[in-house]
């Protein structure tokens, strides 16, 4: 029994750290699929949207962002190019998902939010990720914030007085439960014509492999 | 005769081990059974996709979402899981006499021993960056180095 026991002791750990393994893949692996219909982007008004691409692309990308998250400032030149060379097939929309663990990523939504009441969100949006390492280790960054307002010509004592107002701060809440009720857990998640991306994925042969397979389907489809 | 008494009884083609040894073992053991938990939880993370994605500490990210916590795609807390298992297998063998396991302990951890000294000059150095449950591997790692040098000396 004495030769055996450690080879047993030794098949018993392995087992449970294979078992333990296996059941916490399972209960990581990302829950969201699909965004049913009902809730489908093309279901909502066009303002209350953060879109851009042809409304009658063949394929919607809908990515759930965070401006501070480091992966999705990562992403974001890859996700231009993208735009660029499927401007006729591509529509993109954004929605807010920031988190409290990321000190100025609500500050960062609300900036974009209330440069979207002056019909600038995307300016804001592309330069709050481009600028990123920036303000991210910024203590204050509302003079940053300020500046990057008159850099793409807003009014800047509306910009200052909407993005600490209850519209923007709604707003951005509204994006994140939607993302909640779908499932979102982490940042970007991004969904190709409603079906989710693995996060293992979220790279830029991935990502065109996804989009042309969505164009396929839609030719193939039509 | 004090000797014999400090030793466990040899079976089989074991040898017998003396008490502090067992006990090193045994520690040893448990030391990779921690970091064995350690890596499995960042081998699953890395599996899933979380650590490509964000949700918590941006310094995690930084160094797990780097192209230095990958050896040709597979995740390097995969092969530390590998190597903490193989520890905690050799360990056990070695504290019931299986003497010929000790070289294969010996290489595994010292190998360990290196790659975690360029695991965290790459964080310190390279990424700027430091993650918590890799530097709770090489706390790990340490100790069981340190045992080992422990359980040589006379």
């Not at chain 1, 940053?144 to 007085?161: C, H, P, T, V, W």
């Not at chain 2, 995740?75 to 070289?103: D, E, H, K, T």
Request: glycine share 8%; proline share 5%.
């Amino acid at each position: 029994m004495k030769r055996v026991l450690p080879f047993i002791i030794v098949a018993v750990v392995g087992f449970v750290t294979l078992g333990a393994g296996i059941v916490l893949y399972r209960a990581k692996r990302p829950q969201t699929t699909a965004i049913p219909k009902a809730m489908g982007a093309s279901k909502e008004h066009a303002e209350e949207v953060h879109a851009r691409g042809p409304a009658n692309a063949a394929v919607t990308l809908e990515e759930y962002g965070d401006f501070q998250c480091p992966p999705c400032g990562g992403l974001e030149v890859p996700l231009q190019q993208i735009e660029r060379d499927y401007a006729s097939s591509l529509r993109v929309i954004f929605r807010n998902f920031p988190f409290a663990v990321h000190e100025h990523a609500h500050e960062a939504a609300y900036a974009a939010e209330a440069a979207s009441l002056q019909g600038r969100f995307w300016e804001m949006h592309d330069l709050l990720y481009r600028e990123q390492a920036v303000w991210a280790k910024t203590k204050d960054v509302q003079p940053l914030f300020d500046s990057y307002a008159g850099m793409i010509g807003l009014n800047l004592e509306r910009f200052k007085k909407d993005a600490g107002g209850e519209q923007v701060k709604a707003k951005v809440e509204s994006d994140r439960k939607r993302g909640e009720e779908l499932g979102v857990k982490n940042t970007p998640t991004i969904f190709i014509n409603n079906q989710s991306v693995p996060p293992t994925s979220l790279n830029p042969v991935a990502l065109r492999a996804a989009i042309d397979a969505a164009v396929k389907d839609r030719d193939n489809g039509s | 005769m004090k000797n014999k008494r400090a030793t466990s009884k040899p079976a089989g083609d074991t040898i017998a081990v003396p008490r502090s040894q067992i006990v090193i073992y045994s520690i040893v053991a448990l030391i990779s059974l921690a970091g064995l938990a350690d890596a499995t939880y960042l081998a699953v993370q890395a599996l899933t996709g979380e650590t490509m994605v964000c949700g918590g500490s941006p310094d995690c990210f930084k160094v797990l979402g780097s192209t230095y916590a990958r050896i040709g795609g597979v995740p390097l807390a995969l092969v530390g899981a590998v190597a903490y298992f193989s520890v905690f297998s050799f360990a056990i063998l070695g504290a019931f006499g299986y003497a010929r396991v000790r070289r294969f302990l010996l290489f595994t951890v010292w190998s360990m021993f290196a790659v975690t000294l360029w695991l965290l000059y790459t964080q310190a150095f390279i990424l700027h960056a430091f993650c918590r449950y890799c530097l709770f591997s090489a706390a790990m790692v340490f100790l069981l180095a340190g045992l080992i040098v422990a359980s040589r000396s006379p």
